[in-house]
């Protein structure tokens, strides 16, 4: 069978040219186009977080422009958000690193749907015109990338909102159709001798976060429907003159919203087990609690959406159901914490960039995951609820929990992927711009929010410009530190040091170090045998 | 290396240990504002948000021993186990003690946390009569009035429900082509002054209900610890006691459109006297036509109907801003 399918191959050779990449069925080149998406984006969210912070630094509305600067602004705080979410954290995790690393870790040949594999990637590229499309085409959706009606229906006219909403309908597809296709890959196509309980973590984390996907995206998807068709078609879901409720969608958006949260750095945590073991020379430890602790974190995503609206009137015993439900989140986030620790407990470690990115992720999604207990109690929603507190927060697990992972995985992989090694001083410098950056701009977001700014506003008093500007000055520095990864990227790709296939030493025990680097077009054309 | 994991903890450490300092220090009498390089809540002014700084104070407690809990250890490992102080990898990858402790431990944890949390949770929704929260609180509670906060794009309609007395609050200092006030004068708060401030009597129970007219918005003032949705086809409740004369700002907390930035909250907290002969005043000012409600915003923003300009200073640029 496997001797058929090679020689098949050999038959009609793989495609060049445009064709290679636009027709690929390849799950290394469809992982590697989703990466350069992945950074295309990243830079260009990047970019307009900078502009929001260049506006923040000081009182005053100064640098946001148009008949209507402040729109502007919520419309670049719409427009990052949803291209952070979208596409960047989840095509770099989930079609970058996942559709290169698990066909590899579990010694499968290929993903179990090639062609579908495809698809995924290229509606993308629709899908990004369509949001990038909705800043330049009416006047830009400036809502939110929560989308709340009736703001996002009767307070805005015109077609940016819906071109945002078909955005997010071809997303939504690109990830559902994903998620049906890792699903089947890692359900049916592992190594014989590969029991579930044999795959590595992070191929756990993959399959725990499409599992999240599938299950919650339908559910994002009917609420948008309902907004375009309260928008276009008359309906009156959220329409409260009409006998509609709005806070209808905001049920339906976190019940979708909150599982996403772990979409995005469920992954990360995957990677980070992979880098911490291979750094420590140890295996990770407590495997079966690792991976079950991730299960129970998406189980119990489901349940907690109204966290999110502990303001918006729903009752006292539903909101202390919510605040119960959120509590049990953090033991099993708890146990990953410490496992981690245990792990590098006893090891022989060394610090080469991706261990540095996974120690700070390590501590700074801590920082983060203790700020979303604070915010679980509905007795301080008041205090907190729509403030910097917030925004300090999910940036803590966001652009340090997941952003940190990313790059772990890159530099972690990157030799694999492209048969070069960074430059390990360059590394560790974007590693400590990065550090600087991010810890800056966000750790004093959370005083800006205990002092009672509120969130999404383009001005703010006097009062809040002190940290403000330490705020602005963070983000410069990790901006900058973005651009220097761009760096490192070409140096790598230029004159990086030729690797062999295991570069990382006896730690590195996973399938993916038993092919050669750069790993060939076709891989575990024949499955290997696991012990 | 050596550096890493150090220098961002001292750093968190030291601000953690600030900001739960920054928490307890005294402010300004009656202030109910930020004031520059804060770090915690502002003073308290009700009987409700004095709960709530005390919870957040040992939840914040709680939180930076959890965090030096696991920066302790990964800074012992980077010295304790690099490579070069410990050559040789331990294959130990499981201790069912441990990992029963650290699954129990948090569990206690969360236990001992949610309970002061619900306690907490359930205080705040009490039903809103005077006798009950002097009874919860202990506090003397001399009356009680109704307060109707409508959210509108972008300023706050208030009714005085005891009185039928409406106030249209909007910002005074801000962006000259929406607030009222022109250049803020020294010591303005701009973005947080309103023309037409809300008047409550000190230690008095003021019961807010809260609805919006088009999109949702909220009404929230962090020193009396209140914030709730005002949201199109409901109307809800919540309620503080107000228990230091002064003046209180907040700001609006849910995006509403493009000057969600511009439409603050204020409210003067003054003796039952003063807002005996305010109310009276008002109620003999106020237009009997006022009572109808407004159409347009530029209709109640009287000075822009009056002049026929759009919030941009040229009206050639006029948006249409919808009718509320």
Redesign the interface.
């Given at each position: 069978m496997t001797e058929t399918t090679a020689g098949a191959h050999e038959a009609h050779g793989a495609p060049t040219g445009w064709r290679r990449w636009l027709y690929s069925t390849n799950h290394k080149d469809i992982g590697s186009m989703y990466l350069i998406f992945a950074v295309v984006f990243g830079i260009v969210a990047g970019l307009m977080s900078v502009i929001m912070r260049m506006e923040l630094q000081t009182?005053g509305?100064d640098i946001m422009w148009g008949?209507?600067p402040?729109?502007t602004f919520?419309v670049l705080v719409t427009g990052h958000g949803l291209i952070m979410v979208f596409f960047m954290v989840m095509p770099a995790f989930i079609g970058g690193f996942g559709n290169w690393m698990v066909p590899l870790m579990i010694g499968a040949p290929d993903m179990a749907f090639p062609r579908l594999n495809n698809f995924s990637f290229w509606i993308l590229i629709p899908s990004a015109l369509l949001l990038v499309g909705s800043t330049v085409i009416g006047d830009g959706a400036?809502?939110?990338w929560t989308v709340?009606a009736?703001?996002s229906t009767?307070?805005h006219?015109g077609p940016s909102v819906d071109m945002a909403i078909l955005a997010l309908h071809l997303a939504g597809a690109s990830s559902i159709m994903a998620s049906i296709n890792f699903i089947t890959t890692i359900f049916n196509m592992r190594a014989p001798g590969m029991t579930l309980h044999k795959m590595p973590l992070f191929v756990w984390s993959q399959l725990v976060t499409v599992f999240l996907l599938l299950l919650s995206l339908p559910v994002l998807a009917g609420a948008i429907t309902m907004l375009l068709t309260d928008r276009n078609f008359g309906t009156a879901f959220f329409d409260?003159?009409q006998g509609?409720?709005?806070?209808l969608y905001q049920h339906l958006f976190w019940f979708f919203g909150h599982p996403e949260v772990y979409v995005l750095v469920l992954p990360s945590f995957g990677i980070i087990s992979q880098v911490v073991a291979t750094f420590?020379?140890?295996?990770?430890?407590?495997?079966l609690?690792m991976a079950y602790a991730m299960v129970a974190i998406g189980a119990v995503g489901f349940i907690v959406w109204a966290h999110h609206m502990y303001?918006?009137?729903m009752g006292?015993d539903t909101?202390?159901y919510f605040?119960?439900a959120t509590?049990?989140i953090?033991?099993p986030t708890?146990?990953k914490?410490?496992s981690w620790?245990?792990?590098?407990?006893?090891?022989?470690?060394?610090?080469e960039t991706p261990m540095?990115w996974a120690?700070?992720m390590?501590?700074?999604f801590?920082?983060g995951g203790?700020?979303g207990?604070?915010l679980a109690?509905?007795?301080?929603?008041?205090?907190f609820?729509?403030?910097y507190y917030v925004v300090g927060h999910f940036h803590y697990v966001m652009s340090m929990g997941a952003m940190f992972g990313i790059f772990a995985g890159f530099y972690y992989w990157v030799g694999k992927m492209t048969g070069r090694q960074y430059p390990e001083k360059l590394g560790k410098i974007h590693f400590?711009l990065t550090?600087v950056g991010v810890?800056l701009a966000f750790?004093p977001m959370?005083?800006s929010g205990?002092?009672?700014?509120?969130?999404?506003?383009?001005?703010?008093?006097?009062?809040?410009?002190?940290?403000n500007l330490v705020s602005s000055l963070g983000a410069y520095i990790s901006f900058s530190a973005a651009l220097f990864f761009l760096y490192v990227v070409y140096v790598t790709f230029k004159s990086g040091e030729k690797v062999e296939a295991s570069y990382w030493g006896e730690g590195a025990t996973t399938l993916e170090w038993s092919v050669p680097s750069p790993a060939p077009h076709h891989t575990h054309e024949a499955p290997p045998t696991v012990r | 290396?050596f550096g890493?994991?150090a220098g961002?903890?001292i750093?968190?450490l030291f601000?953690a240990l600030i900001?739960g300092a920054g928490?307890a220090l005294a402010q300004e009498a009656g202030l109910g504002?930020?004031?520059?390089?804060?770090?915690?809540?502002?003073d308290p002014a009700s009987p409700?948000?004095q709960?709530?700084v005390k919870?957040?104070n040992s939840?914040?407690l709680l939180?930076t021993v959890?965090?030096l809990f696991?920066?302790g250890?990964?800074l012992y490992?980077?010295f304790r186990?690099?490579?070069k102080s410990?050559?040789?990898?331990?294959?130990?990858?499981?201790?069912t003690m441990?990992?029963v402790l650290?699954?129990v431990i948090?569990?206690i944890i969360?236990v001992a946390?949610?309970i002061p949390?619900?306690?907490?949770?359930?205080?705040?929704?009490v039903v809103p009569t005077a006798a009950a929260v002097a009874d919860l609180y202990e506090i003397d509670v001399a009356g009680e009035i109704t307060l109707k906060a409508t959210g509108l794009?972008w300023a706050w309609e208030y009714e005085y429900v005891d009185n039928g007395l409406f106030l249209f609050s909007s910002c005074l200092y801000?962006?000259d082509y929406w607030c009222f006030g022109g250049e803020a004068p020294e010591g303005a708060?701009?973005?947080?002054e309103t023309d037409n401030p809300v008047v409550v009597p000190v230690n008095t129970l003021i019961k807010v209900q809260v609805t919006a007219a088009?999109?949702?918005h909220?009404w929230?003032v962090?020193a009396f610890?209140?914030?709730?949705?005002a949201?199109?086809?409901?109307l809800?409740e919540t309620w503080f006691v107000a228990q230091r004369i002064g003046t209180y700002?907040?700001?609006?907390?849910?995006?509403?459109?493009?000057?969600?930035?511009?439409m603050p909250i204020q409210v003067n907290v003054v003796s039952q006297e003063d807002y005996d002969t305010w109310m009276a005043g008002q109620l003999a000012a106020m237009q009997p036509d006022r009572l109808k409600a407004p159409t347009t915003l530029f209709a109640q923003k009287g000075a822009f109907a009056q002049q026929g300009i759009s919030p941009?200073r040229d009206p050639a640029?006029a948006?249409?801003i919808?009718n509320n």
């Open positions: 009182p509305v008949d209507t402040e729109h919520n400036g809502t939110g709340y009736p703001l009767i307070g006219s409260a003159a509609g409720d709005p806070v420590s020379r140890k295996p990770i430890f407590g495997y609690g303001t918006a009137g006292v909101e202390a605040v119960a509590l049990v953090a033991v708890g146990i914490i410490f620790i245990a792990t590098m407990w006893g090891g022989s470690l060394t610090f540095l120690m700070g390590i501590f700074l801590t920082l203790v700020t207990v604070v109690n509905s007795g301080l929603t008041t205090a609820h729509d403030t400590w550090m810890n750790f959370h005083f205990l002092a009672g700014m509120p969130r999404r506003i383009a001005d703010y008093p006097d009062a809040y410009a002190g940290w | 290396m890493r994991n961002v903890g750093t968190t601000t900001a928490a504002a930020p004031f520059e390089w804060q770090m915690g809540f502002q409700f948000m709960d709530v919870f957040h939840m914040l939180i959890i965090t696991v920066l250890p990964m490992i980077v186990f690099n490579a410990n050559p040789v990898p331990s294959k130990n990858t499981h201790n441990l990992e650290w699954t948090p569990i969360l946390m949610a949390s619900f306690k907490l949770l359930y205080k705040g929704d794009q801000g962006p708060r701009r973005l947080l088009a999109v949702i909220a929230a962090p610890g209140v914030k709730i949705d949201v199109p086809g409901r809800s700002y907040g700001q609006c907390s849910e995006l509403c459109g493009m000057y969600h930035s511009y941009r640029n948006l249409d919808p």
